[in-house]
């Protein structure tokens, strides 16, 4: 039969058994198999039965909500368990271990990148956020040197003075760019030995707590 006991501590009220396909503390939820609402906890009370996805193969990938009964893919697989087509049905996400959520894609296959990583399969690193700065910087730089060349190629043909003025100007511009770009990766350089100095301090301390 089914039976309770009473936590000594707490005095919380702990179901020991529970009915087939039922589980929890309280038998509050449907196990791995099993859908419905054993305590009305949604909606009306429905004990929990076998799902019916289960028996369309016993040896495919699909499961179901428990509480819905709707049949849906396992963790790590997508697609529609239930489909006649073979081409739709249940199949593994192919997503980078490291990049991505573990055992998760999207119902379109797509994968659940973490924080950092981008691409399909969420194989590729993200740059920082303070990193487009630079680029930028350095794009608008790029920008500059292209015109300097154009401007440097006018005032060998031309010979004009004007030419010449304009083009030391412009030279002088793309100096300063040049020396701010140059100061912002020092200061990227300084921090980064910063923080890997607490690093490593972090370390010692860690191996000092364990021995």
């Not at 419905?36 to 929990?48: A, K, M, Y």
């Not at 396992?74 to 192919?94: R, V």
């Not at 797509?110 to 740059?127: D, V, Y």
């Not at 303070?130 to 031309?158: F, P, W």
Request: glycine fraction near 10%; include cysteine; proline fraction near 7%.
């Amino acid at each position: 039969g089914y039976g309770c006991s009473v936590l000594p501590d707490t005095q919380e009220i702990v179901c020991n058994r529970c009915p087939p396909g039922t589980g929890g503390s309280r038998c509050e939820h449907c196990t791995n198999g099993y859908f419905g609402d054993p305590l009305g906890e949604n909606g009306p009370v429905r004990l929990c039965q076998p799902c019916w996805c289960n028996s369309v193969d016993p040896n495919a990938s699909g499961t179901c909500d428990h509480v819905t009964g709707e049949c849906k893919c396992k963790d790590g697989f997508f697609g529609q368990p239930l489909s006649a087509n073979p081409a739709d049905k249940c199949e593994a996400c192919i997503c980078n271990s490291v990049g991505s959520e573990p055992l998760q894609c999207r119902s379109d296959g797509s994968c659940i990148c973490k924080p950092g990583f981008e691409g399909p399969s969420c194989e590729h690193t993200r740059c920082p956020i303070c990193y487009h700065e630079v680029k930028s910087q350095i794009d608008q730089y790029l920008q500059q040197l292209r015109g300097l060349e154009i401007l440097a190629s006018r005032v060998q043909t031309s010979g004009q003075p004007a030419d010449y003025i304009e083009l030391e100007r412009k030279m002088r511009e793309a100096e300063e760019l040049l020396q701010n770009i140059l100061r912002d990766a020092e200061i990227l350089q300084a921090t980064g030995r910063s923080l890997g100095y607490r690093f490593s301090q972090l370390q010692s301390q860690a191996f000092t707590f364990r021995t």
